[in-house]
C-alpha cells in the first residue's frame, strides 16, 4: 500500500478515535446530571433504561476504540490492509470508508451469509 494512502487511514482512525473519546467524556457527564434531576421514581425508570441504552452504545464504543487500536497497531507492524481469512489485499475505496476492517469484501459477504444462516437455524 502506497505511503500516502496509510498516513490518510491512519488520520481517519486517529479522527475517528478522537471522535469517540470526547464522546465517553459527554456521555459520563449527561449521566451524573440525570440521577439528580429525576428524584422521581416513574422518571428513573425511564433514567434506568436510558442508561442501559447508554451503556450498550458505550460497550460499542469500547469495542470499536478496540479495533481502531488494533487497526493502528496493523499500520505500524506493516500488515494493515490484508484480509485476515484469505490473505488478499483489502480494496482502498472499503478502507477509506471502514479503515477498522479486517476482512475483504468477499470475505465479509460469506461470513454475513454464514451468521444470517446460523441465526435463521436457532
Ligand atoms: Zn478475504
Known sequence: ??????????KLL??????LLS???RTVDGMTDAKENFPDPTDRATLE?????TLRIR?????LMGKIKEALARIDD???G??????????????????????????????EARERKL????
Open 82 to 111: 490484508t484480509c485476515e481469512e484469505c490473505g488478499e489485499r483489502i480494496g482502498l475505496e472499503r478502507l477509506m470508508a471502514r479503515p477498522v476492517t479486517t476482512l475483504c469484501i468477499d470475505c465479509k459477504s460469506l461470513q
Open 23 to 25: 464522546e465517553a467524556d
Open 14 to 19: 486517529n479522527e475517528k478515535m478522537e471522535e
Open 1 to 10: 500500500m502506497k505511503q500516502r494512502d496509510l498516513k490518510q487511514l491512519k
Open 49 to 53: 433504561s436510558n442508561r442501559n441504552f
Open 119 to 122: 441465526r435463521g437455524a436457532s
Open 59 to 63: 460497550d460499542r464504543e469500547r469495542k
Open 78 to 80: 506493516g500488515t494493515y
